[in-house]
């Protein structure tokens, strides 16, 4: 027995099988998009499915990125006869045109005293997509002064960590780095570098109108953000 006769069947008999497809059509290797009449596998049918698929695929994002886009125009529109409402009155807040904000506090629910009472602003934060109305925009001290309304920024105007009311030292003072104001906001120490914040505060048909701002930290001059 000779060694070809001795090799195995495998190595001898078993073609590639892509050679195997070309060698039993028509005698030739055809694409595979054809058939032996040299003809598209892919019908008329097929094709239109399949445009039919990708014009689905195309337009639906399109068209719900064009109402996602045009969305703040159509709200716009839809709220121009609305009045400025959002915050902290069970109706929403009511908000001037200066920017004052009416408080759910009239002057006789603060202390004839004088002691402060720390009150939560709310507003609507509105962007060019979303409302989220009533939401806490900051907190201020409020001292009545017979019949005005003293309003303090709670924001330390040393690095902007809260001011706290010591009654028993008749101050107020930040824990943070003991920043001490006397009860009109002035300094009792060299660490801030100016008084307390006021805010502009009114008081309309016993109710009280605050116009809330927050300030710049570690500057003696006091600038708005
Ligand atoms: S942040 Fe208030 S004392 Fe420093």
């Known amino acids: 027995m000779s060694e070809n006769e001795n090799a195995t069947p495998e190595a001898d008999e078993t073609p590639p099988a892509v050679e195997a497809t ?11 998009e054809s058939d032996c009449s040299g003809k598209p596998r892919r019908n008329f049918v097929v094709e239109a499915l399949a445009a039919t698929i990708g014009a689905v695929v195309g337009i639906v994002p399109a068209v719900i990125g064009g109402l996602f886009f045009l969305d703040p125009l159509v709200r716009k529109g839809d709220q121009k006869d609305e009045p400025i409402v959002g915050g902290n009155e069970p109706g929403g807040v009511v ?59 709670t924001v330390c105007p040393h690095l902007g960590c809260a001011v706290d009311h010591r009654p028993s030292e008749g101050d107020f003072y930040c824990p943070c780095h003991t920043s001490a104001f006397d009860m009109d906001g002035k300094p009792l120490n060299v660490i801030p570098p100016r008084a307390m914040d006021t805010l502009e ?24 953000v």
């Open 22 to 32: 070309a060698a039993t059509c028509c005698g030739a290797s055809t694409p595979d």
């Open 95 to 153: 908000k001037d045109a200066l920017g004052f904000i009416r408080l759910t506090l009239g002057i006789d629910a603060l202390p004839e005293d004088g002691t402060p009472v720390r009150y939560t602003v709310r507003d609507d934060i509105v962007n060019v997509w979303n409302k989220f109305p009533n939401q806490p925009i900051g907190s201020v001290w409020l001292r009545r002064i017979q019949d005005q309304v003293l309003a303090f920024n």
């Open 201 to 224: 505060a009114e008081v309309r048909e016993g109710r009280i109108w605050l116009k809330y701002q927050e300030f710049r930290g570690a500057t003696s001059e006091k600038v708005p």
